[in-house]
């Protein structure tokens, strides 16, 4: 067992989600373009950052300069699930994977990551670390395709591909929205809020990053309230 979850099995099992994240990427490195960022800037940003959600709200953010109470709300918001995976992966690393090594690796934790590492029965140092290079990769060099083709693919091309980062969060949720009634009625109750943060006259003047924290918040909080999830022994979690 041992061998058969060092490097090389990482990178077998890191390879599809590089693929799917270069997808992704190109449309974060089109979409950076477009909103007036130098090609090299985009790559630094998923290079530095790797979140998807996380970096589309950043350039949001950044096209209205000096806010940055918004970007630290937003972010804040957006990213703070990775602690929580972080906290229950750790449960499944061995001795080895400790000190530093958490430091570094940490940065590679993503949501497809994260499940892949906690389907195993225990995650070694090498693992993690071949799990994670495709995908790094997949993300880095996908935003430079996406911002140096972006000069020079048609208006029309760069708009259809402009929906795929949508689509990413759409596959994601609605598994779970199939599952789960209460996910469905977050993300109603969410898109709720969202409409009101863009038409109603007073709330719409809220800047963005702090409307989507505040959709977010709000939907789970009421939630969470209203139809708790119950554990196996019935107790309200």
């Known amino acids: 067992m041992e061998s058969e979850l060092g490097f090389r099995q990482g990178?077998?099992?890191?390879?599809?989600?590089g693929l799917g994240y270069l997808s992704v990427a190109f449309t974060f490195g089109i979409m950076a373009i477009q909103a007036g960022l130098y090609a090299w800037e985009a790559v630094l940003?998923?290079?530095?950052?790797?979140?998807?959600?996380g970096q589309l709200a950043g350039i949001t953010v950044m096209l209205s300069p000096g806010h940055y109470l918004e970007m630290l709300i937003s972010q804040l918001t957006i990213n703070i699930?990775?602690?929580?995976?972080?906290?229950?992966?750790?449960?499944?690393?061995?001795?080895?994977?400790?000190?530093?090594?958490?430091?570094?690796?940490?940065?590679?934790i993503t949501d497809e990551i994260f499940a892949v590492a906690m389907s195993r029965p225990t995650v070694r140092r090498s693992y993690f670390a071949g799990?994670?290079?495709?995908?790094?990769?997949?993300?880095?060099?996908?935003?430079l395709a996406g911002a140096l083709l972006g000069e020079v693919l048609p208006a029309s091309v760069?708009?259809?591909?402009?929906?795929?980062?949508?689509?990413?969060?759409?596959?994601?949720?609605?598994?779970?929205?199939?599952?789960?009634?209460?996910?469905?009625?977050?993300?109603?109750?969410?898109?709720?809020?969202?409409?009101?943060f863009t038409y109603v006259p007073v709330l719409k003047?809220?800047?963005?990053?702090i409307a989507v924290s505040i959709c977010a918040?709000?939907?789970?909080?009421?939630i969470a309230v209203l139809r708790p999830v119950r554990n196996t022994e019935g107790e309200e979690s």
Do not use: H
């Open 45 to 53: 940003i998923s290079m530095l950052n790797v979140t998807s959600a």
């Open 11 to 17: 990178l077998k099992d890191g390879l599809p989600i």
């Open 158 to 196: 760069m708009s259809a591909l402009g929906i795929a980062i949508y689509a990413m969060f759409v596959a994601i949720v609605v598994p779970e929205m199939r599952k789960f009634m209460s996910v469905v009625l977050v993300v109603i109750l969410a898109a709720i809020l969202s409409c009101c």
């Open 131 to 143: 799990l994670t290079i495709m995908p790094y990769i997949g993300w880095s060099g996908g935003t």
């Open 217 to 222: 918040v709000a939907a789970a909080l009421v």
């Open 81 to 108: 699930r990775y602690s929580f995976m972080s906290i229950a992966l750790s449960q499944k690393v061995t001795e080895k994977f400790s000190g530093i090594w958490r430091w570094i690796f940490g940065f590679m």
């Open 205 to 209: 003047e809220v800047p963005k990053g």
